[in-house]
């Protein structure tokens, strides 16, 4: 199924452009501007746009990489060093001093009010007899290192993890196809063609418009004949899927209106076409060819032969389908 808001967001490209990560101070990542044209049904604004993408209708180009929390997803790790031994990020790099007596310690034990004396053999010392070089020095344990350990702490909960645990994110920029254009205009001419047939039969139909349940839900088309107390919901599908039918025949239920699927490709799941063989569920084919119409025929996922409408089918092609009122 493509939602209202998904089919608005893929319709924006073709003015926009593009939609580009928006990567925040903190290093979170959003698509701030798909996540405007989606609704609330909808999925992740990311997981959208990679669909798209899977499904040849979006284009995406390498941005960036960011790294996630696997403990609780948030974005925007920071990088810290440990010591080797107890993992304490308190490991802080030192200048340290090696005398030739074999004791080696961080600066601050060698100085003394007239210069350096080693703290192991008491001697005063000149330059010539120690030897300076930076080490990580460990603030909780006894631990010197020349190498610490790398490691990526999370803003939110504070875990750290090597860095090789964190999850990686690939951020693309995206844009339309030329496949995507011809997909899009064939979803829209659907919609289009659905709303001017019912208009045909007197209902009054808004595209594109928010439907009101116990929860507000958008609908691809809303027809309504006020008089007789009609009301139809038009859902526009590539393939209708058992699952997606089912939710939005439970939704026109709940708001009193009869559900009517379009398939763009001509095919629905096997369980929807059982189940539009009763008056529950009107589902049309759109054919493109010529000027574009609805029809009553469609094939299903486990037969390529065409599905052989049932007698409802045929006694209400073309949406002709009996109101909740007895009315056609």
Partial sequence: ?????????????????????????????SYSAVAELLDEIDDDPAAVLERFAA??????????????????ATEGLQYTTVCPACGDPRAIETTVLEHVCGYTGPESEFESETGYR??????DLESVDIEKRLQYSCQECPESFDVPDDRLRCRECSSMFPPLEAIERVL?????????????????AARQTAAEVLEERRFETEIDTTVDDETS??????AEDRLMGDRRIVSIHETPA?????????????????????????TVEADVARRAENSELTVLTFDESGEGTLEPEYETTESV????????????????????????
């Fill in 118 to 123: 080693c703290p192991e053999c008491e001697q």
């Fill in 172 to 188: 693309y920029r995206y844009t339309l196809t030329a496949g995507g254009e011809e997909w899009l205009a064939r979803q829209q």
């Fill in 242 to 266: 058992t699952e997606t039918i089912d939710e939005f025949c439970a939704f026109a239920e709940s708001i009193d209106a009869h559900p009517v699927v379009v398939t763009t490709s001509g």
């Fill in 305 to 328: 032969g065409a599905h052989r409408p049932g007698l409802f089918e045929r006694l209400t092609a073309a949406l002709e389908v009996t109101g909740r009122n007895g009315r056609q």
């Fill in 55 to 72: 499904r040849g209708v979006l284009a995406d180009e390498f941005v960036s990489k960011v790294y996630v929390c696997p403990e609780c």
């Fill in 217 to 222: 839900r958008q609908v691809h088309v809303l």
């Fill in 1 to 29: 199924m493509v939602s209202p808001g998904e089919l608005r967001l893929i319709d924006t490209l073709l003015e926009d452009g593009a939609f580009e990560p928006d990567i925040s101070d903190d290093g979170s990542v």
